[in-house]
C-alpha cells in the first residue's frame, strides 16, 4: 500500500497522533455490500485487499490503483488483489437470462461464493451487480489458474519464492519468481466502456488498439490483460457474461502460458491459440475469442461447432498442414479454418493425458540457460524436439493420428 506523507497538519504546536489520523472516507460505491470490507472476511475469501495496491508501470515508474483512479475519476473502478492476480472492474449490472444452462452456470458459481464466506450471496439472484461480478471473475481466474496448474504438473511450491530462492536453483530452470514463474503478480482490468479503457491504455501502456491488449510490464515483471465490454469489435458479445467469461479464461490462458517459467520467449503462435480456445471452449462453446495482429480483419466469431468445421475441413483439404502450422510466429497467418484445427489437435494432445501435455510445455517453454535465463537454440525446433520426447510424435505422424482420432470422435454432422 502506498501512503502519501502528511505535511502541515498541527494542533497547538504539535503533530496529531497517528492514532487519531483517520483513513479518508470511502464513497459508498466502494463499500462490498456482501463483505463490508471486512478484513476478516477478505480474508476468508483469500484477498488481499480491494486497494490500494501496485498495477503495472508508467515509463520507469510504478503504477498503482489509485493513480489509475486519479486518471479516471469517473470509471469508478473496483478492485481486488487475489492470492495470484489483481484485478479492476467497471462491469455493469447483468441480469441473468432465463436459459436453463446459463442459469445453472451462474447458480452454481454463487453457490461456491457462499461456501467460500460470502455469505449474503443468494445463488438464485437474478441480476449480478457490480460486485457480484468482481467476485465472480476473481473466484474464476483463480478456478483457471489452480487448473492451468493441473495441467502443466506444477504447484506455488514448484517456483522461486524470491530472488534469493531463485539463487539457489542451480538446476532445471524454473522461472523467476513465485507465479509460474513470473516474479509478479498476473494483472486484468476489464473495462465496461470502450471510452475508458481506450484512455487507460494510451495513458498506462501508450498503446491504441481496437480489440483487447495483452501488455508485459517489464520492470515490475507483471502481465496485463485489458478489454472493454463494449468493444465494437466483438459485436457486443462481451456484453453476456458467459462470453465475457470465456474471453477472460481464453486471455488469461495466453498470459500464464507466456508467464510460464518465465516470459523470456514468444512461443510459436498455435501453442498459445490452441491451449486458449481448449479451455475457453470448456466454458462456453458458443463464444469463441481470436488473437489477431494489428490491423488484420475480425474473424467471424458466429461459427461455434468446432468439431463439425474439423470434419468439413478435412474433408475438402481447406487447412494449412501441422508441419507449417508450427513454424508460424505471427497470428496474422491464421485464418479460420486454422484455428479451428489447432483448437481440433490440441483436443487430440489433452485426450492423451496431463502428463504428456505438461512435459511437452515444460521442454517448450524451458529452452534457456539456467543461469542467466536467456534464451538458448532455435524456439521452432525446440518445439519440434519437445512434441517427440512428450509424445513420441513427429509433425507427420502427429498428423495421421489427429486425423484417425477426429473421425473416430467427432460426429459427422
Known sequence: MIRRALAGLFVVGLALPLAAQKEPKLPKWRIDPYTKNDPKLLEKLGYVSYGPFEFGQRGTQTVTTADIDKHLIDAQILWVETKHFRLGSTLEPWVVPLEPEIRAKIRGELETLLGRGLDRVSPKTRTLDRWLRLHLFAQRLEAHYAEMQSWLGVTDETFPKDEEDRKTRVGEYVGEGPFLGQRNKYLFLIFDRTEDYDNYLATFTGRRTVGGQQWNFKDVDSLLYSCAADNPTEDGRLKDDTAMHGHIVFSATHNLINGYLHYNFDLPVWMREAPAHWFERRITEHFNSYTRSEGAPPIDARAWQYPLETRKFLANGK?????EVMKWRDFGEMEFNDHVMVWSRQDYLMSL???KWAKFMR???????????????????GTRNALKEAYGLSPLSLEEKWREW???TYPAK
Open 319 to 323: 487447412f494449412t498442414p501441422f508441419s
Open 363 to 381: 521442454l517448450g517453454k524451458a529452452q534457456v540457460d539456467p543461469l542467466t535465463g536467456q534464451t538458448v537454440g532455435d524456439i521452432v525446433e
Open 353 to 355: 493425458g496431463k502428463e
Open 406 to 408: 477426429v473421425l473416430a
